[in-house]
């Protein structure tokens, strides 16, 4: 029910949820200012200059770096991302984001830590769908990881209870990990792996701000113009904060 709860009561926050809302009571009430508000919000957050000014703040202050430029560790600890369950019989189960998967791959070829630890995410909505953990494992070993190396947690529907389920693998109260998940998600989640006792060490991935070296976004005709997958990039910064408003992890 818990999950439930975080996953379906945001929506009526977030820029969609919130002007439909807007819309119906405007045209239940005949109010004119509801409606104006609902299209300013679908407008605002629909532009790529506002979606980016967004994920520019959840990601800072980090920047994407080589495998080669991170700190030792006692483990990699790799998040899960998502994956998509493709249409068939064979119930093959696709990616959605493989940036944390192969970032953790390239670390531990690196020689950044001994082990490399996985978390076995899964989604009560799609019940049919195996963690994410046991597909990890099996892709890194066809990869060349040795079996040995590698481990994966329990079932777990959250980063709160990957953190705890991660301090579970680990000896000592103190561990030192090499922390393997999405820029945006990294404060929150580095957060609820120090209040378990573990010495993280962020290697974030899978940014979804633009750096400047690829050029001014004030110069891209696209990030002034209103688009479905800006709005969807918006909901998807907005969710974040929210979680970092639950999880007190600023």
Do not use: C
């Not at 920047?63 to 030792?72: F, K, M």
């Amino acid at each position: 029910m818990t999950y439930w709860l975080s996953k379906i009561l945001p929506l009526a926050l977030l820029p969609l949820g919130l002007s439909l809302i807007l819309l119906l009571l405007g045209l239940s009430m005949r109010w004119r200012w509801p409606v104006i508000g609902a299209l300013a919000l679908l407008w605002m957050f629909s532009l790529g200059l506002v979606s980016q000014a967004l994920w520019r703040w959840l990601e800072a202050p980090w920047q994407r770096l080589p495998a080669s430029a991170a700190s030792s560790a006692d483990a990699i600890v790799v998040l899960s991302g998502g994956r998509h369950p493709a249409p068939g019989a064979a119930r093959i189960s696709e990616w959605e984001d493989p940036d944390r998967f192969l970032a953790g791959l390239d670390l531990y070829r690196a020689g950044k830590a001994p082990r490399l630890l996985f978390t076995g995410g899964a989604s009560p909505f799609r019940p049919g769908q195996p963690p994410e953990g046991q597909r990890y494992l099996a892709e890194a070993e066809q990869l060349g990881i040795p079996p040995a190396a590698m481990a994966s947690t329990p079932v777990v529907v959250n980063t709160a209870e990957e953190a705890v389920a991660i301090r579970q693998l680990l000896d000592g109260p103190s561990a030192r990990i090499l922390l393997v998940t999405s820029a945006f998600h990294m404060r929150r989640a580095q957060r609820l792996f120090e209040r378990q006792g573990l010495q993280v060490k962020p290697f974030p991935v899978d940014f979804q701000s633009r750096g400047a070296w690829a050029g001014p976004l004030w110069r891209d005709p696209s990030q002034w113009l209103p688009t479905a997958q800006a709005l969807d990039h918006s909901s998807r910064a907005l969710r974040e904060l929210l979680g970092r408003l639950v999880y007190r992890a600023w």
